[in-house]
């Protein structure tokens, strides 16, 4: 579509982007040549984390991608621009909408300044989400940990917060299955089986997708089958 000033305007497809992350898995990844495919995923097999650390990193990637996407400004600031967010004299409602794009997308430098500032990590703003809830869903576990940090009461009560349809942090990221988050939710006071409006419940949303290592920490932490 054309934008406001007549250049043509980049809008990103949310549902498509978001129904690729289940899809990704380096194990059917494809080479020209048979012996490359081999290598490339024996290497990776090897390497720290191994398919499901790569996998895992990709989905944080398209999640990260599609929470700052409308944040132009928010991107901008978190690759230096000074000028792209005006923090004086900002609302908290304002500042708490740049911070679930930033925790969203693992902005953590830029995330902190603005929790400083007076970023709400609990406060859902238009949208449906709250930082803390998008830092979680993009997989963000670092975002995770600073907005439980600044969140009022303290991080127990946080990881306990229950946002759009009663949701959790702790279910948003083990809709992508993203572990490392899910850990850091779990070590602050969790519960892995706290389940949303409709009854579903993290275990749940993590092997509908088959996230083996979200399904084995969870089992890990007390979720029941």
């Not at 720290?48 to 929470?67: A, H, K, P, Y």
């Not at 990590?121 to 907005?147: F, I, K, W």
């Not at 988050?181 to 088959?210: I, R, S």
Request: proline fraction near 5%; hydrophobic fraction near 45%; charged fraction near 20%.
């Amino acid at each position: 579509p054309d934008s406001a000033d007549g250049c043509r305007a980049f809008v990103v497809d949310q549902d498509m982007s978001k129904s690729l992350a289940p899809l990704i898995d380096i194990e059917q990844a494809e080479a020209s040549v048979p012996a490359d495919q081999e290598r490339i995923i024996n290497d990776v097999r090897a390497s720290e984390g191994g398919t499901d650390g790569l996998n895992s990193g990709v989905r944080r990637m398209i999640e990260g991608s599609t929470t700052c996407a409308d944040a132009p400004e928010v991107q901008a600031a978190a690759c230096g621009d000074d000028g792209a967010l005006q923090l004086d004299g900002a609302s908290a409602t304002q500042l708490t909408d740049w911070a679930v794009a930033a925790a969203g997308g693992g902005y953590n430098e830029l995330l902190r300044k603005l929790l400083g500032a007076g970023a709400e990590p609990l406060t859902v703003v238009p949208g449906d989400m709250a930082p803390l809830a998008a830092a979680a869903q993009s997989g963000m576990a670092e975002a995770v940990r600073l907005c439980l940090a600044a969140a009022p009461g303290g991080a127990a009560a946080a990881a306990k917060q229950q946002f759009h349809e009663k949701s959790t942090a702790l279910y948003s990221a083990a809709l992508g299955g993203h572990a490392e988050a899910m850990g850091v939710l779990l070590d602050a006071g969790a519960d892995p089986n706290q389940a949303e409006e409709t009854g579903m419940a993290p275990l749940h949303e993590a092997a509908d997708d088959l996230y083996l290592p979200a399904m084995r920490l969870l089992l890990e932490k007390g979720a029941a089958v």
